[in-house]
């Protein structure tokens, strides 16, 4: 007879089945161990809360890295998928960022599919209100019911739902997000371990029937031609692509939203967390934006066979007639209907710099934290720690030491040492600017930089490892062509490559990098290269691309590290160096840093900012 899951000890208990919980269930069982995953719904598992959509820039890189480690994000947003669109197409391959909208429940169906076919997982529904403490370490969880689960590592994935409460004009309703309770008593429990905690908001738009929106009058936006997928494992999309509306607030919407701000949860004074900067709500863009008389509106379905739509970009916490007549007053959207009003929601975070690299706790061993939990927004930034805290708790459970990734090796690195050295005082998002090394942390390569270290760790399967292996020997066999293979600049003229007329012989790698040349200059030369698959070819062209940038990128991080002792001038006018945002430049000036090396330290600082910083300094007369 199977035991019950009270009476199992756990190798790991994951409590919360939304991005970070899915990524650390699956990872831990992917390890081998024996994981009980402790959700308050079933049907809620792989729910979006806001938007639907995965990936964008900084974003899609991390989905690509979830994915090179077999997080399952990537391969399930591939199929469901509705509007792929590479972001940045036009520019550099290290900014660009594939982007899907969301069939939501195609998403979560295939989440909770995924989940109850996974080795070694065994899901059970119930509301943890308590950990259980034994000797200074976490050994279990406790149900709100009484029910005690024991484990050898716990992962703590609540979200937005750690005394979650929501905000709409003059209510106030306890929540986790619309529809679900939130999680006091655990809150309560952390509170009382004497933990680094605070609170922090964010908010969502009303969602609108698409049916009583008048299309026809809207500009269109298309699903790229071919759909860039996410996963390295799939080979096309597959599901039917839609388009998306454009409208825009106007100065009418605007003057709506100005004369109800009291209504608002921020501006009217009734919370205190502090929302997202790079996600503001539409009270913040009228206010925080004023000489601005539009701000553009993306209308996003989502999903083929639901009425409902997303507007992008105007979250909002007004009450909810405010909401309607400012909606009204936009193109296209005269006549609409409301499913579900918008609203804000505050909740509790823990403060990251509690964590070790490897997201457990420092002062309470057994314990790990992924997701918003940590002070974090969106569905990537959650699944990628998810994913590490759930092969960290895995590894701990069967003895192992702790592992973590570098800024140098990926984005997920750059986004935990972040966390965990700057802590946060506003929702973390990722940006490719807080990367020193974006040039090589790129989503085409995602899988060149993780996947043999994953197949090491034993978190990347059989199927995956032989893809990913004849992957290499192919980009190994191109990139030995493209090296070796050499011309004189009259031979680079033949095939219609124009360079200096200095004798040096150039191999294809050298001419790949002169603008408007392409693989297929060369093809009468190395006719092997017909054989080489499209995913090869591009890596080839864009390694090539890149490589005369790499070393100035790792000189110039270097220098970064060199120069950390640096004392910046007490009398220094940071309204004096170029190349500054204003949120940088705003932190500097209120912080004042003594060094360099704690100017780096400031929450939001980029390795952009830092390297201007640098210049400015040594240069200044
Ligand atoms: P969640 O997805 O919230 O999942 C938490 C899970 O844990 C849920 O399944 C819940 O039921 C479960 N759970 C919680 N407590 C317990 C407990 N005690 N016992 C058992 N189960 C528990 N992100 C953006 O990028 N852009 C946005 O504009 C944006 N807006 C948002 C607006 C709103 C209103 C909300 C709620 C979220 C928004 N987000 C946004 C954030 C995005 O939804 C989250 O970052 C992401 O879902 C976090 O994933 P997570 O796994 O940490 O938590």
Not at 388 to 403: E, Y
Request: charged fraction near 25%; glycine fraction near 10%.
């Amino acid at each position: 007879m199977t035991q019950s899951p009270e009476n199992t000890v756990w190798d790991v208990i994951v409590v919360g089945g939304g991005h970070a919980g899915c990524e650390a269930a699956t990872a831990a069982a992917r390890m081998g161990a024996a994981t009980l995953l402790l959700t308050h719904k079933l049907d809620t598992i792989g729910e979006m809360s806001c938007n639907p959509a995965i990936g964008g820039l900084g974003k899609g890189h991390l989905v690509r890295e979830i994915d090179a480690l077999a997080g399952v994000m990537g391969r399930l947003a591939d199929r469901s998928g509705i509007q792929f669109r590479l972001l940045n197409r036009s520019k550099g391959a290290a900014v660009r960022g594939p982007r899907a909208q969301i069939d939501r429940r195609l998403y979560r169906e295939a989440m909770q599919a995924e989940l109850a076919e996974t080795p070694n997982l065994t899901i059970v529904a119930a509301a943890v209100e308590d950990l259980v403490i034994e000797h200074g370490r976490v050994v279990g969880a406790v149900a709100d019911d009484g029910r005690l689960f024991r484990a050898a590592a716990v992962v703590l994935t609540t979200g937005t739902f750690l005394n979650g409460v929501i905000h709409r004009g003059d209510e106030r309703i306890p929540a986790g997000r619309h529809g679900d309770q939130p999680a006091i008593g655990l809150s309560q429990r952390l509170y009382g371990l004497d933990l680094n905690m605070g609170r922090l908001k964010t908010g969502t738009p009303a969602r609108l029937d698409g049916r009583t929106i008048a299309w026809e009058r809207l500009e269109m936006q298309q699903a790229d031609e071919t759909p860039v997928p996410f996963s390295f494992l799939t080979d096309r999309i597959t599901v039917p692509q839609i388009a998306c509306g454009i409208t825009a607030t106007n100065a009418r919407t605007h003057e709506i939203i100005a004369a109800n701000l009291g209504q608002s949860a921020v501006y009217g004074g009734h919370l205190s967390g502090r929302g997202p900067r790079y996600c503001p709500s539409i009270e913040d863009k009228v206010v925080r934006f004023a000489d601005k008389d539009s701000h553009q509106v993306f209308l996003e379905p989502e999903g083929s066979d639901d009425p409902t739509v997303y507007p992008n970009g105007i979250s909002t916490s007004v009450a909810p007639d405010t909401q309607l007549a400012f909606l009204r007053t936009m193109a296209g959207l005269e006549a609409v209907e409301v499913i579900r009003y918008g609203y804000a929601i505050e909740y509790d975070y823990i403060d990251p710099r509690e964590l070790d690299p490897s997201l457990q706790m420092k002062r309470l061993p057994g314990l790990w934290c992924a997701g918003q939990i940590n002070g974090t927004t969106g569905y990537e930034e959650a699944g990628a720690q998810g994913l590490v805290a759930g092969l960290n708790a895995a590894r701990a459970a069967s003895g192992a030491d702790a592992v973590t990734f570098g800024r140098d090796e990926a984005y997920i690195g750059v986004m935990i040492d972040d966390l965990v050295t700057r802590g946060v005082t506003e929702p973390y998002r990722m940006f490719t600017s807080r990367a020193e090394y974006r040039l090589t942390l790129r989503a085409d390569n995602a899988d060149q930089r993780l996947t043999g270290r994953g197949v090491e760790l034993g978190l990347v399967g059989p199927e995956r490892a032989a893809a990913f292996a004849h992957k290499a020997l192919l980009l190994k066999a191109a990139d030995e062509v493209v090296r070796t293979v050499t011309f004189t600049p009259n031979e680079a003229k033949a095939l219609g490559v124009t360079v200096n007329a200095d004798g040096q012989r150039r191999s294809i790698r050298d001419l790949l990098a002169y603008p408007g040349v392409t693989l297929d200059a060369f093809a009468a030369v190395v006719p092997a290269m017909a054989d080489w698959p499209e995913v090869v070819r591009e890596q080839v062209v864009i390694d090539a691309g890149y490589a005369g940038y790499i070393d100035r990128q790792r000189i110039e991080a270097e220098s970064l590290q060199r120069e950390e002792a640096l004392i910046l001038p007490a009398e220094l006018d940071y309204a004096t160096v170029g190349g500054l945002s204003n949120e940088v430049r705003e932190k500097l000036e209120r912080i004042r840093p003594r060094t360099l090396g704690q100017a780096g330290r400031i929450e939001g600082m980029t390795p952009g900012a830092l390297t201007a910083l640098l210049f400015h300094v040594k240069h200044r007369r």
